[in-house]
């Protein structure tokens, strides 16, 4: 009976040792600051999401290690908006977090990342704020405010004129220029949108172990990446 164990145990080592040393020679870690560049697919926004829900991003750049394919373009990356800061008066800028979870390659394989968001272009008026990734909404329109207080000094110069001859007019001017910047204050500051699109580079926290990417033996993946 021990002698069927023991001959039992090296038929299932000599049939499943191949396997393991092929998983391991296949297996490539993508190191941590590895850079993934990706084109968002559903548009964003502090007014119509909150934390919690989900985003898509399409990878726009393979990504290589050592010469060797490891992320394909056209992979998905998956993930949830972390944060969400509804706009408001005066210094309240609307924000906006998102946390990419993982990555589902073209084959359907999918590993789990750790990384934040560094930088983000398309979206107007949008910028990332900080090391944790958080994009800022641009708020009030300053054109927009000196426009506004233009008019109400200018109105309340046309006032304080009728009502005061030039002493009027100044003092007029004066007062239609506060209110026009009263009125700013109270006004909300614009919400976040970041639209489908929008391109955004994430780095990676921490390591992640892949896998190659098979290609026929006569394909010249990388021919200009170094060893």
Known sequence: ???????????LTAAVFPALL????????????TTIRVQLDNSLSSKANETGDRFTADVTEPIFVHGEEVIPGGSTVEGRVSMVKKPGRAKGIAEIRLTPETIRTPDGTTYSIAASLEDAQGGPGVR??????????????????AEETG???GAGAGIGAIAG????????????????????????HKDI???????????????????????PSNTMVCPTCSA
């Open 165 to 188: 001859g030039g002493a009027g007019a100044l003092e007029g001017a004066g007062i239609g220029a506060a209110a026009a910047v009263i009125r700013n204050v109270v006004k909300r």
């Open 22 to 33: 092929l998983a391991a020679d296949n297996a490539i870690t993508l190191p941590a600051g």
């Open 193 to 215: 949108v970041v639209p489908s699109g929008t391109e955004l580079s994430f780095v990676l926290s921490r390591a992640t172990t892949a896998k190659k990417v098979a290609h």
């Open 128 to 145: 990332v704020k900080d090391d944790e990734g958080t994009l800022e909404g641009q708020g009030k329109s300053k054109k927009r405010t």
């Open 151 to 153: 008019i109400g000094a």
């Open 1 to 11: 009976m021990k002698r069927i164990a023991v001959v039992m145990a090296g038929v």
